[in-house]
Nanobody, 117 residues
Framework: QVHLVESGGGLVQAGGSLRLSCAAS????????MGWYRQAPGKQRELVAS???????TYADSVKGRFTISRDNPKNTVYLQMNSMKPEDTAVYYC???????????WGQGTQVTVSS
């Protein structure tokens, strides 16, 4: 059974930084494309960043140059380093595998990120 636990969210001022973590069980992140997603109030969930098993990364245009996705295979954990944060980054952040996204499964509780202006 896949279980994803996100952590590291909080309240930060504009221009600040946060590092999110996603601990996975029942799923080997090294063999999967993993992504960070976010959902702001009244908006649909969107892909923020992804990393493949070959370490190829992709980013939404809105976060390019500010966010960095990485993973630690032995710890089975995915990270999202967020720098130069903006109020529009405020959302609940989730991680999931590409398969979980397509099947709408495995979602964890997410972690709230709030950026004040």
């Amino acid at each position: 059974q896949v279980h994803l636990v996100e952590s590291g969210g909080g309240l930060v001022q504009a221009g600040g930084s946060l590092r999110l973590s996603c601990a996975a069980s029942g799923l080997m992140i090294g063999f999967n494309t993993m992504g960070w997603y976010r959902q702001a109030p009244g908006k649909q969930r969107e892909l923020v960043a992804s990393i493949t098993s070959f370490l190829t990364t992709t980013y939404a245009d809105s976060v390019k140059g500010r966010f960095t996705i990485s993973r630690d295979n032995p710890k089975n954990t995915v990270y999202l380093q967020m720098n130069s944060m903006k109020p529009e980054d405020t959302a609940v952040y989730y991680c999931n595998s590409d398969q979980g996204w397509r099947l709408d499964k495995y979602w964890g509780q997410g972690t709230q990120v709030t950026v004040s202006s």
